[in-house]
């Protein structure tokens, strides 16, 4: 078995599987020692990031406890990296072989990875396909800063909060209204489109309001 050394993996969750320019300070990163490597084909790797997958008893065995955390020197039971030579992907699964956590590699580490992979056979590895995962639409900072707008919309309307609704409505579009449905419709209107500048703005702003109060 081939394995990669001193590899930084961030295990977030199984749904979402993030580029490491998107990783975050609060995102559960481990840095691992050790962790077996393989080499796929093209379609096994492309299924990973497209469908839950479950994998075989026989492969858990495989990999069992082969994997070494180094700020603790504790094992995860079942994790690998698998690789086609130009995508690499790493995952772990649970005791009943189901992808439980996903992650890619920082470019580094993936760049090194992949000089490997070209002295290495590809293995065949057999896994149950399930549903395709949600296509995730835009960065993931993106994504965050349109949430916390948008529930801070909803919790402006729902508490009658019409000051500071004027407030955020001015500073995003220039001009003010008296109409909280009407200032509520155009904002989420706004969070539909594509990322501009504005939504950067109005999430700093916001965010700044609390800090004030606090």
Known sequence: MYYYYDV???FGSEEEVYEFYEWDNED???????????????QTLLDQFKYKTAFTE??????????????????????????????????????????????KLLL??????????????????VYEKGEKY????????????????KCEIDTLFTSKNKSKLKYLYYEW???????????VRDMKNALKKEYDVNFSRIHDLIELTYHKVN
């Open 134 to 149: 949600k296509k995730r639409s835009g960065l993931r900072q993106v994504s965050e800063i349109k949430k916390l707008i």
């Open 108 to 125: 580094s580490d993936e760049a090194n990875l992949l000089e490997m992979l070209f002295t290495m056979r590809e293995t065949e590895l």
């Open 173 to 183: 579009f220039n001009k003010e209204s008296e109409d909280i449905s009407v200032m």
């Open 28 to 42: 559960t990163i481990e840095f691992v020692k050790k962790i077996p490597l393989f080499r796929v084909s093209t």
């Open 8 to 10: 930084l993996l961030n």
């Open 58 to 103: 026989e492969f858990l065995k495989q990999i069992e406890n082969k994997t070494i955390v180094k700020s603790t020197n504790e094992t995860l039971s079942y994790a690998f990296i698998l690789s086609d030579a130009k995508n690499t992907i790493a995952l772990e699964l649970d005791a009943a072989g189901k992808v439980i956590n996903r992650s």
